[in-house]
């Protein structure tokens, strides 16, 4: 069975920092494009980012600079360096398998002071 588990969420003050991770178990990353969504409360889910199999990356116009994807094919994980955080980025945050359409249960990124 294909399982992403995100973990990394929390709260933390304006212009704090965190780290997300997903790990994967049941599949294999290395061909497929991984992607970051947040669903913020009364609001769709939107996708924050995305990396390709050959490490390529995109990024919403709103955390570009902020924000850092990246992941490590040889452990299955795939990261959300998520720093100079704002309330507005307050959010859960899903990982995404592209190839496959799979979905992780979701981490709470709480940014308030």
């Known amino acids: 069975q294909v399982q992403l588990v995100e973990s990394g969420g929390g709260f933390v003050q304006p212009g704090g920092s965190l780290r997300l991770s997903c790990a994967g178990s049941?599949?294999?990353?290395?061909?497929?494009?991984m992607g970051w969504y947040r669903q913020a409360p009364g609001k769709e889910r939107e996708l924050v980012a995305t990396?390709?199999?050959?490490?390529?990356?995109n990024y919403i116009d709103s955390v570009k600079g902020r924000f850092s994807i990246s992941r490590d094919n040889s452990k299955n994980t795939v990261f959300l360096q998520m720093n100079s955080l704002k309330p507005e980025d307050t959010a859960v945050y899903y990982c995404?398998?592209?190839?496959?359409?799979?979905w992780g249960q979701g981490t709470l990124v709480t940014v308030s002071s």
């Open positions: 049941g599949t294999i990353f290395s061909f497929s494009v």
């Open positions: 990396i390709s199999s050959s490490g390529g990356t």
């Open positions: 995404y398998k592209f190839q496959g359409k799979v």
